[in-house]
């Protein structure tokens, strides 16, 4: 539709003046370290129902992970981080006045917040998944504090608390780092009276007070299973420095556009503890949701200061979003058009949008976007795309990476071509361990009707560089959905 009318009008800015596609704010990175995959991470608190801001940040993962498989010939995935550590409860202890507080893990339990993750998000991650053929991996922030490698970059990042404890908290310097109470699991809010007593080659000790069982005694090492909980700057500066450490996999932290201001800091103490420039971290800050005053779409307003603190604009589902009206792969296929418009132009991404703004967005999508069956879609060359609708072309080669492991005998498979796409459906996969094999078994002609093997083999060659070819081939057998046009 944005043939004919411009769905979206946006200015220009530094950023998206300097890229042609949004997805080249990746590429110096990519062309600096070559990874081997790129895993796109993304954390959310768990505390509640979704609200659009946080789906819009999770499902551009997705698309993000599914337009840069394509663009670079890399695999990617997506790594879900849920937050647990999120306070369920915050209270004031009525003799001294400091504030303590209970993470949703310490008032739920494991399975409570496997409950909470399973509500709100299960089904919508596998139907972002499935949608845009990405694998994703979830871990709880309790797992990850957990991890042997977490607690020992939170220990080095100790050894350095004079360089980085200004960054953390320039107003006052002092480093919260909260370690539950072992009796009851609360622990101070701002780390009022816990103190590092030791830190040595066998790890760290802190002391602290609980409200109810008086002083106690943490010991945090990288074996030890003490709950180690950091205030969101200090555990993004832990997370990132030991991802970015990774030179096999390129981790791309994908974050609410209200983030930019905060990742100074976090930069800051990166670089004063000496963090090499490949190894910083590279993110992707996503739309900010605004209400019409330009404050950010918020649930914590919306429960402090009730439904009048909320713009008359705003939808129910732009809140809560399980009150979308229609199913979860309805809901993913709206979000997954919002933002691969979005995408189009740097200009239409690095931007934020109102209430408003966005349901207009959504009024406004392809009225057939929900009659339109899912199915897997690739990406093709004009002149192949014209034999396929012609009906010449019954046999599709790609290389084995993940996303072609999805595919399915009787799956719809997609083709795009520019502002063009064709429906297929799979009649036959089969695997060879590379395009030579592939040949001595297909017939060439159902492959390319107007080439030689030779041909056929050096071209493709010149798409896939060998260490694709050595994720193995698939051929897959096509038929048109609809009848090819009738030859004059
Ligand atoms: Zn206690």
Known sequence: MSAFAPLLISPNSVLANALLRSVDILRPRIQATRPRRIEFVVGTQINGAPHLGTNLVQSTAFFLAKLVRGEFSVETSVRFGALDNAPHDVILDPETHHAYQQTYFHALGKAGVGDLIDTYYRAFFDSLSEATATDYTLETYTDQQATPGFRAEFLRTLERLEDIRWWMAPSHGVVHTRLPCPDCGWAEKRADRTKLVGLGEDGARFAAVCFDHGPYEVDVDPQTDTYLDLATLY?????????????????????????????????GA???IGTPGHQMPVRIFTPQVLAHTGAKLSKSLLRERGKGALPADVEPWMLDTTTWPGDTD???????????????????????????????LMTDRPADLDQRPRAHEMGIYKRYFDLITSGRKTTEIRVDDSSRKRLKVGDLLRFRCRDEE???????????????????????????????????????????????????????????????????
Request: hydrophobic share 40%; with cysteine; net charge negative.
């Open 235 to 267: 555990r993004n500066l832990v997370k990132e420095r030991l991802l970015c450490r990774d030179t096999t996999t390129l981790h791309v932290m994908l974050k609410g556009g209200d983030w930019t201001f905060g990742s100074q800091l976090v930069d």
């Open 330 to 360: 309805h809901y993913v296929d709206a979000l997954l058009w919002l933002v691969g418009e979005l995408l189009t132009d740097p200009k239409h991404f690095f931007r934020s949008f109102t209430v408003k703004e966005l349901g207009r």
């Open 422 to 488: 064709i429906l297929t459906r799979i009649t036959r996969l089969a695997r060879y361990t590379d395009f030579e094999e592939m040949f001595d078994h297909e017939p060439v002609s159902s492959v390319n009707p107007t080439a030689t093997r030779e041909d056929q083999l050096r071209n493709i060659r010149e798409i896939y560089p060998p260490e694709r070819e050595a994720l193995g081939v698939v051929a897959i057998g096509i038929e048109l959905m609809d009848a090819p046009p009738s030859e004059d």
């Open 270 to 272: 990166l670089g004063a």
